[in-house]
């Protein structure tokens, strides 16, 4: 959710200054590939030309109707609200805590519910699946899935974040499919 | 991440701060409301202002904010009308889900108080403390009166327009939300909305004791998250000089016999809702905040169980040198003075896991098991630890 606001925000200051964001094709069986990861996006969908090599971003018709974000983040930058010190060490289980606790710490006034959260296997990591679900102030219901692990002193979370109305389910499918191509360099 | 509304609200109302500086000197043509006052806008700009608040209010319905419960809601508003004879059913008072420590006023008559304000507090005379005050604010207009200070600002609404259409989130309304909470009005409407609260505290007949207390739990709460007071105390009353101010009136109301403290009411009433609140706080990541107030004087009485396992709960996820201690004996009171959910025997599991005692995490992990709905997709990570633990057994 936060991040949707990020990209909507982003857009809003590149029409400012009248940029175009560069969005390119996904090329079919291409593996995008950043600094420390890697993964294959949905065929025919956008991804972002970004020039942070730490995330990848990606829609079908357009970020605030789907969005599909990978980010790699440092674990010590992850934490900043709730000011909880995590190590490498810690368990699959606690990282989630700590991530929907960040996760509503930052949502405002947004009522923000645990829809499931559950084990998951990312790129051969312990890890998390959780999903979230709130409304808007007009009353239009969102859910986020978001996978999440550590290695190391990283933290890699995929996040597939749209309406519930129609765009959600249209898409997720995707989204499942390539969550299973992530991989940590 | 940063929350997108919380960081625009600021930086407006930052803004609309230093523009209110700058205007400081002109004076308002607002009239407060007085007994027998017809209780609608009476200006164009008020007009506004109650429409705006109607959207607020409408959005909050709409995002399932509010703690829907009408039996709740009745008691609330008795507590008002109570404080505020001469306008009884002007205001209508509405929980927020929020565990930030606040309320807020809207010029329409809305109140608001989040659900974790209603946590921490004792009885329903420290209750009374917020509404008399968020109620004063109504009463005097001091949305209103402040509104005449925004529109004579020049460029406000062009700079709060163009910055937060990028967030997505209509100007007025973010601003409306920001200056109407518990200090988002002005030094002078602040102070006003404490004395004049005061005085009906004690018309209807409350311990006026318990009013400073409010704003001690909101210094703990400050203290114990290590946060600086919110950005816009800055330009208002501290906490600290307005629990002063209320010892004060104390000292000078000479009220030597303390009157209703409306303590068993406001638990018999809000006994579910604090618990949940609570929760919400733990689910933030508020664990320095929740280990003050379950650590204060009276809490292991006031919370009973579930505020013990709370407890453990937020020294195991606090996660300082010490606190696997601390977790498991909270843990274990909480179990000892009868609590037997699937929640804590994850929590006593993933504790001693955690310390490395792993006969323990397995007992617990087991216990959970047992207890927890088998459609609870949260065994999977339990599932897991067990195979782990039997597999170092094994080896």
Known sequence: ?185 | MNAPFQSWAKLITCTFIFLYALLAGCTSNVTSYTAGSLIEPESDGENRLWSLSEKFDEGLVKSDSLYQDEELEAYLKSIIDKLFPEFEGSMQVRILKAPVLNAMALPNGSIYVNSGLLAVIENEAQLATILAHEGEHFVQKHGAKRREYVIQAAGWGMVSGVLLAGAGIPAELATLGAISSISGYSREAEAEADNLGYLRLKRAGYDVYEAPKVFRYMIREVEAEEIKQPYFFASHPKLERRVENFENLNKEAETAVKQERGEKQYLDKLSSLRKIALKSKLERGQYKALIALLTAEGAEESYGETGAFLLGEAYRLRGKEGDQELARASLLAAQEAGLNSAEMYKSIGLNEYKSGNNNEAMSAFSRYLDVADKADRERSFISMYMEKLKREQDE
């Open chain 1, 1 to 185: 959710m936060n991040k949707i606001y990020k990209i909507t925000l982003a857009f809003s200051l590149i029409a400012l200054t009248a940029c175009v964001p560069n969005w390119k094709p996904v090329e079919p069986a291409a593996y995008v590939k950043q600094d420390g990861f890697s993964i294959l996006l949905p065929e025919g969908w956008l991804k972002l030309e970004n020039p942070n090599n730490n995330s990848v971003v990606a829609s079908t018709d357009g970020p605030n109707l789907q969005s599909f974000v990978v980010i790699q983040k440092e674990l010590k930058d992850s934490f900043k609200t709730t000011k909880v010190e995590v190590d490498a060490n810690i368990l699959s289980y606690e990282l989630m805590e700590y991530f929907i606790a960040e996760f509503k710490a930052n949502s405002g006034d947004v009522v923000v519910e645990v829809e499931s959260k559950e084990a998951a296997e990312v790129s051969g990591q312990d890890g998390f699946r959780v999903v979230f679900t709130y409304k808007n102030q007009k009353g239009l219901r969102f859910k986020q899935i978001v996978y999440g692990c550590n290695n190391a002193s990283k933290l890699y979370t995929l996040t597939y974040h749209a309406p519930v109305l129609y765009y959600f389910d249209k898409n997720v499918a995707e989204f499942e499919n390539s969550t299973k191509t992530f991989q940590i360099l």
